[in-house]
T-cell receptor, first 114, second 112 residues
């Protein structure tokens, strides 16, 4: 079945450590996204990528980094510069359907910094 | 992208139709209206989208007013599994403008 796989589902790290969250899709979608969600809040865009080897900052990119070396993969690194990294992280990819941009989301990765 | 306004929360009895409103008074002519939902601690799920005409699929119906300044998502026979946060989003699908902004949505609770 086609879809988006995020790993790990749960992650605990000590303060000051970098963490990399994996996102893989087999939907052949061109665009991929990373969102952050805090309790009781909506989703905020961190980074997005329209094509391989290109990505753009979203609304809250500070303290995060990404790469897009393959169409299927869009890993997110939460660096030690991110002041409050504990959150639920969601990866998505998108397909244009009749001129509209429809996102498919992964199940999410919950990061807790101790 | 145009801003959207949704009620913070709503209740609906199981088996009844759930009607979720969304205001988007600043929508431009080529912006689509999208609906997604997020069940607790899961990734959001696409429901439906439309431009001008009403749309229906296996999950829901989308009714867009003639002036396109508001819309309503209809779940025809709500079940307990429809309890979720529902997001209404307005967006232009242009290459180079793939940013979709999610607000806080409407928390729909289906009552047994």
């Amino acid at each position: 079945d086609g879809g988006i796989t995020q790993s790990p589902k749960y992650l605990f790290r000590k303060e000051g450590q970098n963490v990399t969250l994996s996102c893989e899709q087999n939907l052949n979608h061109d665009a991929m996204y990373w969102y952050r969600q805090d309790p009781g809040q909506g989703l905020r865009l961190i980074y997005y990528s329209q094509i391989v080897n290109d990505f753009q900052k979203g609304d809250i990119a500070e303290g995060y980094s990404v790469s897009r070396e393959k169409k299927e993969s869009f890993p997110l690194t939460v660096t030690s510069a991110q002041k409050n990294p504990t959150a639920f992280y969601l990866c998505a990819s998108s397909l244009y359907l009749a001129g509209a941009n429809v996102l498919t989301f992964g199940a999410g990765s919950r990061l807790t910094v101790l | 992208d145009a801003k959207t306004t949704q009620p913070t929360s709503m209740d609906c009895a199981e088996g009844r139709a759930a009607n979720l409103p969304c205001n988007h008074s600043t929508i431009s002519g080529n912006e689509y209206v999208y609906w997604y939902r997020q069940i607790h601690s899961q990734g959001p799920q696409y429901i439906i989208h439309g431009l001008k005409n009403n749309e229906t699929n296996e999950m829901a119906s989308l009714i867009i007013t003639e002036d396109r300044k508001s819309s309503t998502l209809i779940l025809p026979h709500a079940t307990l599994r429809d309890t979720a946060v529902y997001y209404c989003i307005v967006h232009i699908a242009n290459f180079g403008n793939e940013k979709l902004t999610f607000g806080t949505g409407t928390r729909l609770t289906i009552i047994p």
